[in-house]
C-alpha cells in the first residue's frame, strides 16, 4: 500500500523560509510526476509546483521565483524549499504524485499546515 508522508509545515513570519519534504513508502509504478499543492480555508485546492520524472518544472505565479520544488527520484522523495514566504502562502499543502502509464493513478499525502504570520 502505498502511502506519501508530509513533513516540515509550521509556522513561520513573514519574510522565512520552509523546506517541505514528502516521502513515500509501498511501491509506484512508473511515476510521471510529482507535485505540491495547497488548500486555503474557504478556497480550492490549487497547484503549487510540479516535477516531471525527466526533471521539468512548473510554479503557480504566485510563488515563481520563490519556490523550488526538487525531486529524489532513487527515494521517492519530493521537496518544496518556500522562500519569502507571505501571509498568503498561509494553506496546508498536500503532496501528490502521478504514476502509471495506460491508467493513470494518483496518490496524496494527509498534508502539512504551514502558517506565515504577518
Known amino acids: 500500500q502505498v502511502q506519501l508522508v508530509e513533513s516540515g509545515g509550521g509556522l513561520v513570519q513573514a519574510g522565512g523560509s520552509l523546506r517541505l519534504s514528502c516521502a513515500t513508502s509501498?511501491?509506484?509504478?512508473?511515476?510521471?510526476?510529482m507535485g505540491w499543492y495547497r488548500q486555503a480555508p474557504g478556497k480550492q485546492r490549487e497547484l503549487v509546483a510540479v516535477?516531471?520524472?525527466?526533471?521539468?518544472?512548473n510554479y503557480a505565479d504566485s510563488v515563481k521565483g520563490r519556490f523550488t520544488i526538487s525531486s529524489d527520484n532513487a527515494k521517492n522523495t519530493v521537496y518544496l524549499q518556500m522562500n519569502s514566504l507571505k501571509p498568503e502562502d498561509t494553506a496546508v499543502y498536500y503532496c501528490?504524485?502521478?504514476?502509471?502509464?495506460?491508467?493513470?493513478?494518483?496518490?496524496w499525502g494527509q498534508g502539512t499546515q504551514v502558517t506565515v504570520s504577518s
Open positions: 509501498g511501491s509506484i509504478f512508473n511515476i510521471n510526476a
Open positions: 516535477i516531471t520524472g525527466g526533471g521539468t518544472t
Open positions: 501528490n504524485i502521478e504514476g502509471g502509464i495506460l491508467k493513470k493513478r494518483y496518490y
